[in-house]
């Protein structure tokens, strides 16, 4: 990711509050996850707790407290299973690794 956040839709509703979760696919540096757990706790929910299917704490560059956790993974390219690699793979129906000699190479014509 570039490292910015951009919110292109505001929360339709208050969270004031409320309890919260926020669901993730897959967390490595958490920065983006970081940036949204502040935002939301501007809005002065009751709780907020972080769920994600896969965690790769290797590449973690922000301290970030996961409540509840698929699997914890390496610090591996996987895709499918929603998750993409150049809008490839994202259908497969498992989640699987890929090959650096996938992602290193150079794009094809």
Do not use: W
């Amino acid at each position: 990711t570039s490292g910015q956040v951009r919110i292109l839709k505001d929360l339709s509703k208050p969270i004031e509050g409320q309890d919260v979760i926020v669901v993730e696919d897959i967390i490595d540096t958490g920065l983006t996850l970081n940036y949204l757990m502040r935002y939301l706790a501007e809005r002065h929910p009751a709780s907020v707790r972080v769920c994600c299917l896969l965690d790769k704490p290797a590449r973690r560059l922000a301290e970030i407290e996961i409540d509840y956790r698929g699997f914890t993974i390496p610090d591996r390219f996987v895709v499918g299973y929603g998750l993409d690699y150049d809008e490839r793979y994202r259908n497969l129906p498992y989640i699987g690794v890929l090959k650096p000699s996938v992602y290193s190479a150079p794009p094809a014509d």
